[in-house]
């Protein structure tokens, strides 16, 4: 069976975030078996869904809550197309509230950027005393993405905060996977400045050498340690980086893609375009062009 990686269709690259109230006689429901970076919670107000995860069928049923990590494989359907199914999708990448992350906030992303952690969570009101809190989050951040009043960015940031801090309090979220972290306190520091490095200098030619020796750690043990710790290798997560700047310059500046491809990092332009591909589903140029057309028609 083929899995489908999917782009999520994201109006706003500066705010990557997807929220919709869809019902079965407005839209098909259904989808094959895809994947996306995305982490996805589906809040079913009426009728029922039938989502495969992997190789798991699970029911969602009217009230259910369904939480699924990034980069986990699934496929939807209406268990029943005559009654009428109703349900609230949001979509979001972590890293819209945690992807600067300081110190004291990045332990809290890593669940989310290692897909190894959790694959799925189905959640019922009896599950937890503030379900309810959680669902009328989830109501208001599509109320907000619909309205978009000013600030609306920073108040759908804090109902994502709100959220996760509610399934990390409830254990729905935990921290099993990070014990190589959590027994020494002074290496997450030294991993952070790694990541600080990236954030000053990813237009520069860093190397996962240059990472080592800034942290005087061995190469294979700091490819262990920060793979561990995000989920990603050091280039992955340098390249993550270079395309979330690349981004902004492309919608923010009439520079060339090849000057932005040299602002940002990258060698080539053939190397630039493949990963900026990876990412967006499509090349850097075309991706500027539907962009800035979209905004046109707002």
């Given at each position: 069976m ?14 990557p975030?997807?929220?919709s ?10 989808s094959?078996?895809?994947l996306?970076?995305e ?15 992997n ?93 978009k ?6 108040y ?21 996977s990070?014990?190589?972290?959590n027994?020494?306190?002074d ?10 490095l ?15 020796h800034e ?34 310059l492309l ?14 990092g990258?060698?080539?332009l053939?190397?630039?375009n493949?990963?900026?591909?990876s990412y ?6 075309a ?12």
């Open positions: 083929e899995i489908k990686k999917e782009y999520i269709k994201i109006s706003d690259p500066g705010f975030i997807r929220a109230l869809t019902i079965n006689s407005m839209e098909d429901l259904s094959s078996t895809h996306h970076k982490m996805e919670l589906v809040y079913v107000t009426k009728g029922e869904m039938e989502f495969v995860i190789n798991d069928i699970i029911k969602v049923n009217s009230g259910n809550v369904l939480l699924v990590n990034g980069m986990i494989s699934h496929s939807s359907t209406a268990t029943n197309n005559k009654n009428v199914v109703e349900m609230y999708l949001l979509q979001f990448d972590p890293c819209l509230i945690l992807g600067n992350a300081l110190l004291s906030d990045y332990k809290y992303l890593v669940p989310f950027l290692n897909e190894n952690t959790f694959d799925y969570k189905l959640l019922d009101i009896k599950d937890f005393h503030q379900y309810i809190v959680v669902t009328n989050l989830i109501v208001e951040i599509q109320a907000e993405i619909v309205k009043e000013i600030a609306y960015e920073m759908i940031k804090s109902c994502l905060y709100r959220i996760l801090t509610i399934l990390y309090r409830n254990n729905i979220i935990n921290f099993s990070l014990d190589i972290l027994k020494n306190k290496m997450l520091s030294k991993l952070n400045k790694a990541f600080k990236v954030e000053n200098y990813y237009y520069e030619p860093i190397t996962v050498e240059m990472a080592c942290l005087a750690l061995n190469y294979h043990y700091f490819c262990r340690l920060f793979k561990a710790a995000t989920g990603k290798t050091f280039i992955q997560y340098l390249n993550f980086v270079r395309i979330k700047n690349a981004e902004k919608l923010s500046s009439e520079k060339s893609i090849i000057q932005i491809m040299s602002e940002t990258f060698s080539s053939n190397y630039f493949k990963v900026f591909k967006r589903g499509t090349s850097p140029s991706y500027r062009k539907e962009i800035l057309n979209k905004n046109k028609m707002h």
